[in-house]
Nanobody, 126 residues
């Protein structure tokens, strides 16, 4: 079983950049499909991005071209680089992992993944 700990959240002005990280322990990161989700105040959890074991990446439409998910298996860490941030990106960002074979982006959007971190808060001021 993997344990996930996010870090790097904070306050940033609109148009700025921030990188959040997710450190994995317990099992090798390379065995997992990794994802980022977010939950804004009074809203449901939302899929943001996923990276497969073979480093294929998929994003939700609202962050395409602004956010980049990456993984460093040697460091057991996943990153989410966020550029051109908007106030509507304000949310708690959660790292997630799934050890099953890659299902589909729509599956992860509807059902999430098996393992979750506790989240890190990103606040974008206007």
């Amino acid at each position: 079983q993997v344990q996930l700990v996010e870090s790097g959240g904070g306050l940033v002005q609109a148009g700025g950049s921030l990188r959040v990280s997710c450190a994995a322990s317990g099992r090798a990161l390379s065995t997992y499909i990794m994802g980022w989700f977010r939950q804004a105040p009074e809203k449901e959890r939302e899929f943001v991005a996923v990276v497969s074991r073979s480093d294929k990446k998929y994003y939700t439409d609202s962050v395409q071209g602004r956010f980049t998910i990456s993984r460093d298996n040697a460091k057991n860490t996943v990153f989410l680089q966020m550029n051109s941030l908007k106030p509507e990106d304000t949310a708690v960002y959660y790292c997630a992992a799934d050890e099953r074979g890659y299902l589909s982006t729509n599956y992860y959007k509807r059902n999430g993944m098996n393992y979750w971190g506790k989240g890190t808060l990103v606040t974008v001021s206007s």
